[in-house]
């Protein structure tokens, strides 16, 4: 495998990364005609919530159904995370109970430390600096809704919005795999240096491209994909009448700002979404709007990141071991 954990895109080539959305696609694929490879049977999958979630919780946990294998869901209150109990030994006592981790965590440094301490593989399932596994799903659905005749490295995405940790995550795929990436925030809500550079570095080794501006409607006007997400988050809370100001009404997706850009461009949003806030309800429920694609995505991109992942992993015993194991087993029950 090229990396044992799950936490950043960066992590993976531009070859690893399609690699890996081709086997969602095929999973995807067999699951649209009923077939569902029990390829982690057996498999247990810890799942750690510092903070709820709707996509992340039900797509991991059924991800782990379908594939044969079972999910523990694990929330502040019933595990010492950090707290009566170090993060590192959290981290070596979980492992040797699962075959994987998944980690949705306030701090990014928190699921770096776990991924030190573990023996399995770790999967960023949100932190506050980056969100791995919903980007990757983003980059499907645009595979699925591309313009006839375009390639992916064709594809222009622009955000509108707040620098949050999907723009950042968006940022970087995009620009790994070679797309045209813009995006559009007033000037206080632009993505900080070291994202930039981040970006330009893979944007010259793969030959995308890389804008940010101010002006939205310039921003959007070759879109293919027009993206947008929160415009504040946990803990920012005082800084919404800033924030609304900030953003309203220039940054608000509405049909007119739709209209700004070609007739094919589609609609993201990550969700949640607050809606009459950061997009309007006719934009959301729009023909133009695939959000709901995009959030039946993160269930197949769930299975094939535990698959890429866990799949090479686990023991697979000769039938002479299993034999041999069942019979020691059958041994000692008889004694009983």
């Given at each position: ?37 029990k ?16 996509r ?17 869901y694990l929330?502040?209150?019933?595990i ?34 776990l ?37 992916l ?8 919005g707040?620098?949050t ?11 790994r ?46 879109a293919?994909?027009?993206?947008t997400?929160l ?7 005082n ?27 589609k ?47 686990l ?22």
């Amino acid at each position: 495998m090229p990396s044992k954990h799950f936490l950043d895109t960066q992590d993976f080539t531009k070859a690893e990364l399609l690699e890996l959305i081709h086997l969602i696609g095929v999973l995807k694929e067999a699951d649209r005609k009923g077939v569902r490879p029990k390829l982690l049977q057996d498999a247990s999958l810890g799942m750690i919530f510092e903070e709820p979630s709707t996509r992340t919780r039900i797509s991991f946990e059924v991800a782990m159904t379908h594939l044969g294998g079972h999910a523990l869901y694990l929330k502040p209150g019933e595990i010492h995370l950090g707290e009566r109990e170090s993060l590192y030994d959290t981290g070596k006592v979980v492992s040797r109970m699962v075959d994987g981790i998944m980690a949705r965590t306030l701090k990014h440094q928190t699921v770096i430390e776990l991924a030190q301490a573990s023996d399995v593989p770790v999967i960023n399932g949100l932190t506050d600096y980056n969100h791995p596994t919903q980007v990757v799903c983003d980059v499907l659905t645009m595979l699925e809704h591309l313009p006839p005749g375009k390639r992916l490295e064709d594809a222009e995405v622009t955000f509108v919005g707040d620098a949050t940790n999907v723009l950042s995550s968006l940022m970087f795929i995009c620009t790994r795999l070679g797309m045209k990436f813009t995006h559009a925030a007033p000037e206080r809500y632009q993505p900080p240096q070291e994202w930039l550079h981040i970006a330009q570095r893979n944007c010259q080794e793969s030959g995308g491209s890389l804008r940010v501006a101010e002006d939205v409607r310039t921003a959007v006007h070759k879109a293919d994909f027009i993206y947008t997400d929160l415009w504040w988050w946990v803990g920012q809370e005082n800084e919404i009448p800033e924030r609304r100001q900030a953003f309203m009404p220039d940054y608000q997706i509405t049909a007119e700002l739709m209209a700004h850009a070609p007739a094919h461009c589609k609609f993201m949003h990550c969700l949640p979404a607050s809606r009459g806030v950061e997009v309007t309800d006719q934009v959301m429920d729009s023909p133009a709007s695939i959000i709901f694609d995009q959030a039946e995505n993160r269930l197949h991109t769930e299975k094939g990141i535990l698959v890429w992942m866990l799949y090479p992993r686990l023991k697979r015993p000769t039938e002479a071991v299993r034999q041999a194991a069942m019979n020691n087993v059958e041994e000692a029950l008889s004694r009983l």
